[in-house]
């Protein structure tokens, strides 16, 4: 299964870059990147974390997909 996310477009929806979501949420802009391109699959907190500066729920934001 793989993990796809919605974190571009909520942040876009948002208007935050990823340095201002990186920083509200404690990590590394580095972080985000690798979240949004679905290279990093985030712990529960980190999920949490992102949701909630967002303003959704963890599954609004993160879905898994079967792999084709």
Request: proline fraction near 1%; aromatic fraction near 8%; charged fraction near 30%.
């Amino acid at each position: 299964m793989k993990l796809v996310t919605k974190i571009k477009e909520y942040r876009a929806k948002n208007d935050m870059t990823q340095d201002t979501l990186a920083a509200l949420v404690g990590v590394r802009r580095e972080t985000i990147v690798h979240l949004e391109n679905g290279k990093y699959n985030p712990s529960l907190k980190l999920a949490y974390d992102v949701a909630k500066v967002l303003g959704v729920t963890v599954e609004q934001l993160f879905t898994f997909v079967e792999e084709e």
